[in-house]
């Protein structure tokens, strides 16, 4: 069913990305492909892998972006993946109810078998959340790891999606962002977490923390040192250096 | 975004053919046209040919067509969805009047209006498939379902003008018809275009990426080195020269031609008269098949934000 759930579930599963830490790495791009090539929503296929116009489908990209100016600008790697939006409209426009989103823990999926590829979806996702597979025909797009977080098989300290196991930094975090006591939350609230383009009104469950503010520089710039006259061979290879 | 152009066939063949079946259906329930005229069942037939071969041109964009069925659930919820819905049941009352017509030699009225209401509502439905759509600011505005409901009703005018005259019917009523929604159309697209121009959507890369509080918001290295499935279908770029001159083509051919041809021929001898109604026809076609290729071509997607543009 296109409708979304009538009564949002309390939980509300998804990641929290500080944008303070990451080092744009793509670990966790790459690792998401890695395990979701063979996931719920696999293949991720590739077009032309090997050769020039390599093309393929992935649902985390990390963008770097300059924010501001002079001593106040910085570099910003900017992980960007499925937000798992509390009302998207990914999830409405879909005219067969392919898309979907759950009510149990909010993840939004896509369900293979009934997508007729129509593309509508990847237009209605301000974010760029979703990629059509040429070769399957269908929409992809990430999956919060479902068949890793709730995969009895594997290791509890495992059962976490696959971009936030790899983080090398720790600058991804999963959690329960409906309760106001998770990790997660207490995190967004402490660092001032933000929802992505809110102007747009899909209200978001994914929050970005922001880069902190520079620290101020305790030590005054280093004055420039007094000129002391050199005398003899020093003097004169001052005067031959100066010329 | 990408021009598909079973999607621009689809939205300029389909408006043709609801606005030609509109008209026939309306001229019908005035009196103006007994049952069994050749006009009549040339129109019908064209109409819903038109109609049909959108429709089937549409499900040329989907990557699994055999699924298509699917696409009729949805309706409480997608404009997609409800289009395909009403585009079903349109042809209902439009194969009844067409059957009264044609062989019962006969009016139906109710078939009549249902078509007209059909027509109308599928191409509104057609309109807020686009209209519907908030990152993408050409789409979601006021203008686009009038213009998709003006340009539907001026395609069918041009093709009804062509088939009277072909038919020896010459008669001022669809020259004024053609005129006057061919005048509004291009208001309403020099309009839209004003709009178009003349400002920019919310977002922005620093809302797109939350960093504004820091500063103005420049993309450093994009996340592939290639292109991808959202630069190529939401990141269609064309060139502003391009676009300038489509546009030009589009009023031109689409608009300026048409309407100059179908009054003048109301001044020339028959046969001219119908010359002049085809190339006025086969004008508009072409003028219209560019406005709505620029429909697609010229809507900036809001992704594009992270991929450095800086407006969308």
Partial sequence: MTDLPKTAGAKKLGLVIDLDICVGCHACAVNCKEWNDGGHMAPLTDLNPYGKGVDGVWFNRVHSFEAGDHECGRTVHFPRSCLHCETPDCVTVCPTGASYKREEDGIVLVNGDTCIGCKLCSWACPYGAREYDEIDGVMKKCTLCIDRIYNETMEEIDRIPACVSTCPVGARHFGDLGDPESKVSTLVAERGGFDLMSEMGYRPVNKYLPPRAPMKQSAPALAPSEEVAAKGFLAWLDRMLSR | ?312
């Fill in chain 2, 1 to 312: 975004m990408h021009p598909a152009l079973s999607i621009v066939f689809f939205t300029t063949a389909s408006g043709a053919g609801y606005g030609l079946l509109v008209l026939i259906a309306w001229a019908a329930l005035m009196g103006h046209h007994a049952p069994q005229t050749h006009f009549g069942i040339t129109g019908l037939v064209i109409g819903l040919g038109l109609v049909g071969a959108g429709l089937l041109s549409s499900l040329g964009h989907l990557g699994h067509p055999e699924r298509a069925w699917r696409a009729l659930t949805q309706w409480r919820s997608s404009w997609l969805s409800r289009e395909g819905v009403m585009a079903i049941l349109t042809f209902v009352p439009a194969f009844a009047f067409a059957g009264f017509w044609i062989l019962g030699g006969r009016i139906a009225p109710l078939a009549a209006w249902l078509t007209i209401l059909g027509a109308v509502l599928t191409t509104i439905c057609t309109a807020m498939i686009y209209a519907s759509l908030k990152p993408i600011r050409a789409w979601r505005n006021p203008w686009t379902v009038p213009i998709y409901l003006v340009l539907a009703l001026y395609s069918g005018a041009l093709l009804a003008a062509l088939l009277l005259n072909v038919h020896g019917l010459h008669g001022p009523f669809v020259a004024f018809l053609v005129a006057a929604t061919g005048i509004v159309g291009a208001v309403l697209k020099l309009g839209y275009w004003a709009f178009l121009d003349g400002g920019q959507a919310v977002s922005t890369p620093e809302t797109a990426t939350g960093l504004g509080s820091i500063g103005k918001v420049t993309m450093l290295d994009p996340p592939n080195t290639e292109e991808n499935y959202l630069l190529k279908e939401m990141g269609y770029r064309v060139a502003r020269k391009h676009a300038a001159r489509l546009r030009s083509i589009a009023l031109l051919l689409g608009f300026v031609v048409p309407v100059a041809l179908s009054v003048l021929a109301l001044y020339v001898a028959p046969v001219a008269a119908t010359l002049f109604a085809l190339m006025a026809a086969v004008s508009g076609a072409i003028g219209i098949l560019a406005e709505r290729w620029l429909f697609f071509a010229e809507a900036k997607h809001t992704v594009t934000l992270y991929y450095g543009a800086s407006r969308a």
